[in-house]
Nanobody, 122 residues
Framework: HVQLVESGGGSVQAGGSLKLSCVVSGYRVGTAGMGWFRQAPGKEREGVAAIDSRGGTAYADSATGRSTISRDNAKNTLYLQLNNLAPEDAATYYC?????????????????WGQGTQVTVS
């Protein structure tokens, strides 16, 4: 049974930073692709960043240059560093795991999801 638990969200001022964490159990981080997604009220869930089994990464245009996805295989944890946050970045952020090994920002490629962590930017 795969379980993903996000943390690290919070309320920050515009221009601030947050580091989100996703602790994973029942699934080995680094053996397949994982990603971070976000969903704002009234909007569709969208991909933010993804990482493949070899460490290759992909970012949405909105996240490029301001976000970094990383993982710690020993801690079985996925991270998302968010910098220079803007009000439009406010959303619930989710981490997700997929059975395939490649990078994907398409939510339909992912089968396991966390409960989300809220990011508010004022």
């Amino acid at each position: 049974h795969v379980q993903l638990v996000e943390s690290g969200g919070g309320s920050v001022q515009a221009g601030g930073s947050l580091k989100l964490s996703c602790v994973v159990s029942g699934y080995r981080v680094g053996t397949a692709g994982m990603g971070w997604f976000r969903q704002a009220p009234g909007k569709e869930r969208e991909g933010v960043a993804a990482i493949d089994s070899r460490g290759g990464t992909a970012y949405a245009d909105s996240a490029t240059g301001r976000s970094t996805i990383s993982r710690d295989n020993a801690k079985n944890t996925l991270y998302l560093q968010l910098n220079n946050l803007a009000p439009e970045d406010a959303a619930t952020y989710y981490c997700a795991a997929r059975s395939g090994s490649g990078c994907s920002l398409n939510q339909h490629d992912f089968s396991s999801w966390g409960q989300g962590t809220q990011v508010t930017v004022s």
